[in-house]
């Protein structure tokens, strides 16, 4: 099964507009977590949310996660044009001991 | 600020030619996983490496795949008999805690 899926798969803003990317997933998870990569490069953490978590917060970063709907969204606000990547969500299901399942990422672009 | 390296960034080889990526974690991780990305999908877990040994695995690692930490710092994946469909990304990372830290990746390209 698919977990992780995130629209829109692709959202294109103006720079000081703020983008919002959602995920959902399918199975009990202990904690999830957003990533970016630019373009060829490796992935790299943004931010984790605990299942007993409902919001989070990192400088201009927001995600909320809601367990009963099995979702989460993560917000960028006052986007700028450096924040053009692919954005995934990924979680760890309950019962993982370490293995993190991605979704098929968001494609973000701001434009200058 | 320490960072995961990986060798060779490319490689290109011919199918059914052994393949051995090399990854360098991070010193005082734990825990270390390969991940790879066919272009244009998304990223799928391969292993994960813990006390020296495989702690989780998934489908896609069959028995053509191998891992290995020979050394204190090296954590290896070997591709045995390469495929067409190997041709991917493939990424390493490593994890102290929750987060993982990822390499900028190896490009495999099986002809």
């Known amino acids: 099964s698919q977990q992780g899926e995130e629209d829109p798969q692709a959202l294109s803003i103006q720079e000081g507009e703020n983008a919002t990317m959602n995920c959902s997933y399918k199975?009990?998870?202990?904690?999830l977590q957003w990533y970016r990569q630019n373009s060829g490069r490796g992935l790299v953490h943004l931010i984790l949310i605990r299942s007993n978590e409902r919001e989070k917060h990192s400088g201009r970063l927001r995600v909320t996660l809601d367990t009963s709907k099995k979702s989460s969204s993560l917000l960028i606000t006052a986007s700028r044009a450096a924040d053009t990547a692919s954005y995934f969500c990924?979680?760890?299901?309950?019962?993982?001991?370490?293995?993190?399942?991605f979704g098929s990422g968001t494609q973000l672009t701001v434009l200058p | 600020e320490p960072e995961v390296t990986q060798t060779p960034s490319h490689q290109v080889t011919q199918m059914g030619q052994e393949v051995i990526l090399r990854c360098v974690p991070i010193?005082?991780?734990?825990?270390f996983y390969w991940y790879r990305q066919i272009l244009g999908q998304k990223v799928e877990f391969l292993v994960s490496f813990y006390n020296n040994e495989i702690s989780e695995k998934s489908e896609i690692f069959d028995d053509q795949f191998s891992v290995e930490r020979p050394d204190g710092s090296n954590f290896t994946l070997k591709i045995r008999s390469t495929k067409l469909e190997d041709s991917a990304m493939y990424f390493c990372?490593?994890?102290?805690?929750?987060?993982?830290?990822f390499g900028e990746g190896s490009r495999l390209t099986v002809l």
């Open positions: 990924a979680n760890r299901p309950s019962g993982s001991a370490r293995q993190l399942t």
């Open positions: 010193s005082n991780h734990l825990y």
């Open positions: 990372a490593s994890s102290y805690t929750g987060e993982l830290f």
């Open positions: 199975t009990s998870i202990n904690n």
